[in-house]
């Protein structure tokens, strides 16, 4: 009786499968178990999670590592996937211009102009002029009440900036009904003596005037020059429920278009593509390029950056001195929330951003040290046998109700892989740039997350919005009641419902945003994907001669990527389903379960 | 027939001023109302229960000297969404406007 195990490293998780072959050669699987990989796939590195893995999957069944008798390890696919986002236009305001956020409680309703007056210089109040008063969190709102009371006997008081939440404590102790506006962080950077409008919406409406060029030029009696140097103001108001713009000389908004550059493909077919164009374009040059040896970014642009920072990346994985050949990419246009330099409560900006995965073909991952170093460490024979993609349609065959031809689908962390297995035994190959973490990638950029993590979290669980500290609903509209109470931590906002409770999400996104860019960064990718990999290995690149397709992989496991294939593919009339290893182990593990099955010859 | 107003209720027994007037503040700024009630010896407990039990709303906050507490409805009697012996005054007025955030449906401040 023997003990092989099968390790299969992927970009993201280390998997284990472990067999027994009796005297007979009768084969029986005993164990399996993942874990995250240590380091990136294909280094030294990976030894570690392939220890901790072998450890755990050998002690479910009571033994020790050193009761096996061979490990065998993947000849990795010897891609490396990397993504890298660059923002295409800015937003540049270099003096404090406006104020545009949404705090929960402003006060009052309507527009006004006037110039904006700091409470503690009051005495420089002119008669007969209008004012904005500006306020700092110092003051208590009844002094602020009080004294605004008195000035207004003398002065014109328009409106009002708090820096403290009190707008609503203030206006109710006001003679005469203003807009407020508060939660304002820098009130301390605001500049005296200059003109400036201001706008609070109705409960339920989003401002009006202030987020429209020529509502600011009306309040502002601007030029048309000066209105079209607004204009980025008005565009980044959009949405918003109160907001302050201040007339200040010169043009100190800008709107730049970064150099986007152009992509260089040293292909069959070369073609330069500006990025500009967006994904659309880009992805039409890739595919029309037939064999890629190469992708360059135009130098001194920010695409540029983007392919050497990737270039660079991979450099230091590769730990050879050979150059690194891009053979592949996948764009996605994207928009991205950013912070606005100089903005006084947080404001961000749209913009626009492209989003890309690349995808270097190395000479040949460093398997055999890996497999050199575990041996040393563990006394056990270790060998490297088995190109991946083979490996894995193998592990898919043992899924109920397949039969050959059988194409496979390997979604993964870091690239998109597809085999077809013929009737005789022949298999095709291809590995595509883009998959899992070009998603996360999107969704962090699009939602503005700080955090990759939320974004991956995001990306595998589905939402619930905690309605009362009794029940919840969740994002198709199902409404859960909890026999406890829900901690109050929860309470009135979004989380994600992991197999280990609930997880709050910080940013006050609405669920049906979050829900919408999740699906729109599975769909770019994953769907556009697919379809990219299964046309690359499909008999004369028709996809309607493939018979059956079997998700594996660790994005075959999330919760809707799989059923947005399915729709798809039905239109090519296409079996596609997730796979589900050894009838038990669903897409996972199909790599090393091949690995096992591989040595009963 | 009597009708009451929707308003919060905050039961007090020998309130403490400041926190009293910090969490009345707290509940304006959200513009919700309240009522202030004198009931006489009782501990925070029943007082905090009691007032989100009567309460309209279903919210309600005790105040007995200088500590506070606030619930709603529904809560078993000392399962406080909140409790401070000795609040300052800003978490006074974070602990009103939680009371009020709780019938909005909004997500709490600072929890």
């Given at each position: 009786m023997r003990l092989i195990a099968g390790v299969d490293i992927g970009n993201s998780t280390t998997e284990v499968c472990i067999g027994q072959i009796d005297e007979a050669q009768k084969l029986t699987f005993v164990s399996s178990t993942s874990c995250p990989t240590t380091g990136t796939k294909g280094t030294v590195a990976n030894t570690h999670a392939i220890k901790s893995a072998l450890k755990a999957a050998m002690s479910k069944i009571g033994k020790e590592i050193s009761d096996l008798s061979l490990i065998r390890l993947n000849e990795a696919a010897p891609v490396i996937g990397d993504t890298a986002m660059e923002t295409l236009t800015e937003t540049i305001i270099t003096d404090s211009s406006m104020i545009g956020h949404n705090p929960s409680t402003p006060a009052g309703v309507g527009q006004a102009v006037g110039e904006i007056l700091r409470l503690d210089e009051q005495r420089k109040a002119e008669a007969g002029k209008a004012y904005i008063i500006a306020v700092p969190r110092e003051y208590p709102y009844e002094a602020v009440a009080e004294i605004t009371n008195r000035l207004a006997e003398k002065v014109d008081v328009v409106g009002m900036i708090l820096q403290a939440d009190e707008a609503v404590l203030v206006e109710n102790r006001l003679t005469k009904k203003i807009p407020i506006v508060d939660e304002v962080?820098?009130?301390?950077?605001?500049?005296?003596?200059?003109?400036?409008?201001?706008?609070?919406?109705?409960?339920?409406?989003?401002?009006?005037?202030?987020?429209?060029?020529?509502?600011?030029?009306?309040?502002?009696?601007?030029?048309?020059?000066?209105?079209?140097?607004?204009?980025?103001?008005?565009?980044?108001?959009?949405?918003?429920?109160?907001?302050?713009?201040?007339?200040?000389?010169?043009?100190?908004?800008?709107?730049?278009?970064?150099?986007?550059?152009?992509?260089?493909?040293?292909?069959?077919?070369?073609?330069?593509?500006?990025?500009?164009?967006?994904?659309?374009?880009i992805m039409e040059a890739v595919s029309e390029a037939g064999t890629i040896y190469d992708v360059i970014g135009q130098p001194d642009t920010n695409v540029g950056n983007m392919f050497a920072k990737i270039r660079t990346g991979m450099k230091t994985v590769n730990e050879t001195t050979e150059e690194v050949h891009i053979t592949d990419i996948l764009a996605v246009d994207t928009m991205a929330p950013v912070l606005i330099s100089g903005a006084l409560a947080g404001e961000t900006c749209l913009e626009k951003a492209v989003g890309i995965a690349a995808m270097v073909k190395t000479q040949q991952l460093p398997m055999q040290k890996i497999a050199e170093r575990l041996k040393a460490d563990l006394g056990v024979n270790v060998v490297v046998a088995g190109v991946e993609a083979v490996m894995a349609s193998l592990g898919a065959l043992t899924t109920p109700g397949v039969a050959v031809p059988l194409a496979i689908l390997d979604m993964g962390g870091g690239s998109t892989d597809a085999a077809l297995i013929s009737k005789d035994g022949q298999v095709a190959i291809t590995h595509q740039a883009?998959?899992?973490?070009?998603?996360?990638?999107?969704?962090?950029?699009?939602?503005g997350l700080s955090d990759r993590h939320v974004a991956e979290q995001i990306k595998k669980y589905p939402l619930a919005k905690v309605e009362s500290l009794f029940h919840m609903r969740m994002e198709n509209g199902q409404i859960t009641f909890v026999e406890d109470s829900i901690d109050p931590r929860f309470y009135g906002r979004v989380v994600m419902l992991s197999e280990s409770g609930l997880i709050r999400i910080e940013e006050d996104i609405p669920m049906e945003k979050i829900v919408q860019v999740r699906r729109e960064a599975k769909q770019k990718v994953f769907v556009t994907n697919a379809i990219r990999a299964l046309q690359k290995v499909a008999p004369d690149k028709d996809l309607k001669k493939i018979p059956n397709v079997v998700l594996v992989g660790g994005s075959a496991e999330d919760f809707e990527i799989p059923e947005m294939l399915m729709e798809e593919f039905a239109k090519y009339m296409i079996v596609c389903g997730r796979g589900n290893i050894r009838g038990k182990e669903g897409p996972r593990n199909a790599v090393a379960t091949g690995l096992v099955l591989l040595s009963l010859d | 027939?009597?009708?009451?107003?929707?308003?919060?209720?905050?039961?007090?027994?020998?309130?403490?001023?400041?926190?009293?007037?910090?969490?009345?503040?707290?509940?304006?700024?959200?513009?919700?109302?309240?009522?202030?009630?004198?009931?006489?010896?009782?501990?925070?407990?029943?007082?905090?229960?009691?007032?989100?039990?009567?309460?309209?709303?279903?919210?309600?906050?005790?105040?007995?000297?200088?500590?506070?507490?606030f619930i709603i409805r529904g809560l078993t009697m000392g399962k406080n969404l909140t409790y401070y012996a000795y609040p300052s005054n800003e978490e006074s007025r974070v602990l009103g406007m939680n009371s009020a955030r709780a019938i909005k449906k909004q997500a709490f401040k600072n929890m």
């Open positions: 962080a820098r009130i301390d950077k605001l500049p005296g003596g200059v003109l400036a409008a201001i706008e609070v919406a109705p409960p339920g409406q989003t401002i009006r005037m202030l987020s429209n060029p020529y509502g600011i030029a009306t309040l502002l009696k601007l030029n048309s020059e000066e209105t079209r140097m607004i204009t980025p103001i008005a565009k980044s108001l959009i949405g918003k429920r109160s907001a302050v713009v201040l007339k200040t000389p010169g043009g100190n908004v800008k709107e730049n278009v970064l150099p986007a550059g152009e992509i260089y493909l040293k292909a069959e077919k070369e073609a330069n593509i500006n990025i500009d164009e967006g994904a659309v374009k883009g998959a899992g973490e070009l998603v996360s990638m999107l969704i962090q950029t699009e939602l | 027939m009597v009708v009451n107003k929707p308003s919060i209720y905050i039961y007090v027994n020998h309130p403490n001023e400041n926190v009293l007037r910090e969490i009345c503040s707290g509940i304006e700024e959200e513009g919700v109302f309240y009522e202030i009630i004198e009931r006489g010896e009782q501990d925070l407990n029943t007082l905090t229960w009691m007032a989100a039990n009567d309460s309209m709303l279903g919210s309600g906050i005790g105040i007995k000297e200088n500590s506070t507490a």
